[in-house]
């Protein structure tokens, strides 16, 4: 079993998954083109948040 030291992990770029080094200008991505890509997910809404809309309050009825 080979032990890996902290320094020698790699951080993945978010958007393709490539090492990236933590030098990285454009750190956590592994380039400029990865990280408008990222940003533009969300934008886009491609990230949705678990749980939101799920409880909707409606007015129509419950009136007691
Ligand atoms: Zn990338």
């Not at 678990?50 to 419950?62: L, V």
């Given at each position: 079993?080979?032990?890996?030291?902290?320094?020698?992990?790699?951080?993945?770029?978010?958007?393709?998954?490539?090492?990236?080094e933590?030098?990285?200008?454009?750190?956590?991505?592994?380039?400029d083109?990865?990280?408008?890509?990222?940003?533009?997910?969300?934008?886009?809404?491609?990230?949705?948040i678990?749980?939101?809309?799920?409880?909707?309050?409606?007015?129509?009825?419950?009136h007691?």
């Open positions: 079993m080979k032990l890996v030291s902290a320094t020698e992990m790699k951080f993945r770029c978010p958007t393709c998954r490539k090492a990236v933590r030098t990285s200008d454009y750190f956590p991505f592994c380039s083109r990865c990280k408008t890509t990222d940003l533009g997910r969300w934008a886009a809404g491609e990230y949705s678990p749980g939101e809309n799920a409880y909707i309050p409606d007015d129509s009825e419950g007691f």
